[in-house]
C-alpha cells in the first residue's frame, strides 16, 4: 500500500454499518461496537474518523467528551477508544495518522487533551504521558494503571479536576457481557 492509496476523513452517516461491521471484525467482542453506536446514538462523537484503502475501511478512531469532579462538569478533554486498525495494515502508520488526524479535529473544536488507555508501546510512542505523572485518575471505566494523557494545549492538564468521568456509555461497555 502506498500512502496515497489511503484515506482519513470524518465518518458519515452512510458508514455505520461498515464501521459497525469492521468493529466486530477486529475486536474479540462487540463491546466496542456497542460503544460507539450508542455515543453516536446519544450525540457523543464529537470525532470520528475512518481511515480507507480502495474504499474498504482499515481503520477507525473515535473520541467522546469527559466530565470532571463530582459535579461531573464539562471539560475541553476527549476520550480516546476506540482506536483500532485491521491486522493485515498494520505498522503501515495508519494508526498514527488517524490519531494525528483526529486530534486536529478536537483542536477545531477547542478540545485541548485526550485521555486514553492500553498499551504503554502504542501510547508512549504516540506522545501520551501517564495521566498519574499529573495526579489524574479516571473512575471506574477501566481500574488499570495504563491510564494516558496526551496534551494538545500547553498547561491544558494542570486546569482539570484530578478525577475525570467518561461518557456514560462506557460504563455499559464495562458491564455489558462480551
Known amino acids: 500500500m502506498q500512502s496515497s492509496d489511503l484515506e482519513i476523513r470524518n465518518e458519515m452517516p452512510s458508514d455505520q454499518e461498515e464501521v459497525s461491521a469492521f468493529l466486530l471484525n477486529v475486536y474479540p467482542t462487540s463491546k466496542e461496537m456497542h460503544l460507539v453506536e450508542e455515543l453516536r446514538r446519544h450525540g457523543h462523537l464529537p470525532v470520528s474518523l475512518v481511515a480507507l484503502v480502495d474504499k ?92 494516558y494523557v496526551r496534551q494538545l494545549q500547553g498547561g491544558a492538564v494542570e486546569s482539570l479536576h484530578k478525577k475525570l468521568e467518561y461518557s456514560p456509555e462506557f460504563k455499559a461497555l464495562v458491564d455489558r457481557p462480551a
Not at 480516546?80 to 491486522?87: E, M, S, T
Not at 486536529?104 to 508501546?121: M, P, S, T, Y
Open 56 to 147: 474498504k475501511i482499515v481503520g477507525y478512531i473515535a473520541f467522546s467528551p469527559m466530565s470532571q469532579g463530582p459535579d461531573q462538569a464539562p471539560t475541553k478533554a476527549a476520550a480516546l477508544n476506540p482506536w483500532i486498525v485491521d491486522p493485515e495494515y498494520r505498522e503501515l502508520g495508519i494508526g498514527h495518522r488517524l490519531l494525528e488526524a483526529g486530534q486536529a479535529e478536537l483542536r477545531k473544536k477547542d478540545f485541548n487533551c485526550v485521555f486514553g488507555w492500553g498499551d504503554d508501546q502504542i501510547y508512549s510512542r504516540s506522545g501520551f504521558a501517564t495521566a498519574e505523572d499529573f495526579e489524574i485518575h479516571n473512575s471506574g471505566v477501566d481500574h488499570s494503571p495504563r491510564f
